[in-house]
């Protein structure tokens, strides 16, 4: 059982590799920020699995911070860099 | 192996599935918007589903509240980011994608 959750946390890291591609294409701000929402939602589940796979219940608590994280991230990016200043071309 | 490892087994690998649809969205999809539909969604229900999973096999309710809470805060975070990021990509005038 352990063996399928670390499986499955092993995929979805594949997953967040290929959302890097994202990050580098662009073509604005806001798609490469939403590779990093993707990064906050995944990753809480990796470690909600590694957590359960690997029986390190610890790990759950780190999970709470990454989607607390996450969502300050968001906020702050739209309320200093993409709601105001700055052009979405060449960035 | 029992009902209930299956159960878990059954619903975290189809929380798998929707991360996996999730991504393939936001790298295939034409504009920022269509991106976060596909997103959002997408990776709420695999995170969703995955908790379930997981939370079929906890010793206590302690444990299957922490994963509760998790999922409510990422929803919560989610729905708030990606109306946010919609709301202020369309005042800067990024046009909807509409089908050639």
Known sequence: ?91 | MTMIDLLSAFLVLAGAGFFFAGTVGMLRFPDVFSRLHALTKGDNVGLGLTVLGLALRADSFAVVGKLVMVWMLVLLAGATASHLIARSSLRRGIKPWTAP
């Not at chain 1, 909600?48 to 790990?59: Q, Y």
């Not at chain 1, 759950?60 to 993409?82: E, G, N, P």
Request: glycine share 8%.
């Open chain 1, 1 to 91: 059982m352990s063996t399928l959750f670390i499986a499955v946390a092993v995929f979805l890291l594949l997953n967040l590799a290929a959302g890097l591609w994202r990050v580098m294409q662009g073509p604005t701000a806001a798609d490469r920020m939403l590779a990093a929402q993707l990064f906050g939602t995944t990753a809480v589940a990796v470690l909600l699995l590694l957590a359960e796979g690997m029986g390190e219940p610890p790990l759950r608590d780190i999970a709470l911070v990454f989607a607390f994280l996450a969502a300050v991230a968001a906020v702050a990016f739209v309320q200093r860099i993409w709601s105001r200043g700055g052009s979405h071309d060449d960035d």
